[in-house]
């Protein structure tokens, strides 16, 4: 794991220059890999209202009373490790304003892993880029995350 001040991201740069200012609420992130990576290093770090507050208004939470989701968020974030976060593969925005970002979450729950490959949709919502929705494959189900494409995912895993 890296050292404490790195940023949870892995971007390689410090917590300060890279993902608290998103979580401060000072900048948005300019693209939706920088935000993905922000949610992430909130995740690992606890910061449960920065989560809510980059959900796309269209989000199934975001029709869910506020307190209820921060309530689970937390919860999740009690048990989980954030462990290191690889972004495989992004495009867009398409031709319906659609970002896309493919990437491999290593986490684990009490020894247990719980990694995870994702293909998240992302969308702009009149302030910033908001994280509208996503599918979730385990990892063990992967045979080599680092080689997959979204063409690939989408071939293979599709439930769309």
């Known amino acids: 794991m890296a050292p404490a ?6 971007s390689g740069l410090p917590y300060a220059q890279c ?7 000072e900048r948005e992130a300019p693209d939706a890999v920088t935000l993905m990576r922000s949610r992430f290093a ?9 989560v809510l507050r980059t959900l796309h208004p ?22 989980l490790k954030f ?3 690889d972004v495989l593969d992004h495009d867009g925005p398409d031709e ?15 020894g247990q892993d719980r990694s995870f490959v994702e293909l998240s949709e992302f ?17 063990a189900k992967v045979a080599d ?5 979204i063409a690939a995912f989408r071939e293979t895993f599709s439930t769309r």
């Not at 993902?19 to 609420?25: D, K, V």
């Not at 996503?134 to 990892?139: F, H, L, R, T, Y």
């Not at 995350?145 to 494409?149: F, N, Q, V």
């Open 145 to 149: 995350p680092k080689g997959l494409t």
């Open 96 to 110: 319906a304003g659609f970002w896309h970002v493919l990437f491999h979450a290593r986490v684990f729950e009490k």
């Open 5 to 10: 001040r790195d940023c949870p991201c892995c």
């Open 42 to 50: 909130a995740y690992a770090r606890k910061e449960s209202a920065y």
């Open 83 to 85: 462990m290191r976060l």
């Open 19 to 25: 993902c608290a200012p998103y979580h401060r609420g």
């Open 123 to 139: 969308a702009h919502d009149g302030e910033g880029i908001r994280y509208r929705s996503g599918q979730q494959i385990a990892a």
């Open 58 to 79: 269209d989000h199934e939470d975001r029709k869910r009373p506020e307190a209820e989701v921060i309530r689970e968020i937390r919860d999740a974030t009690s048990t």
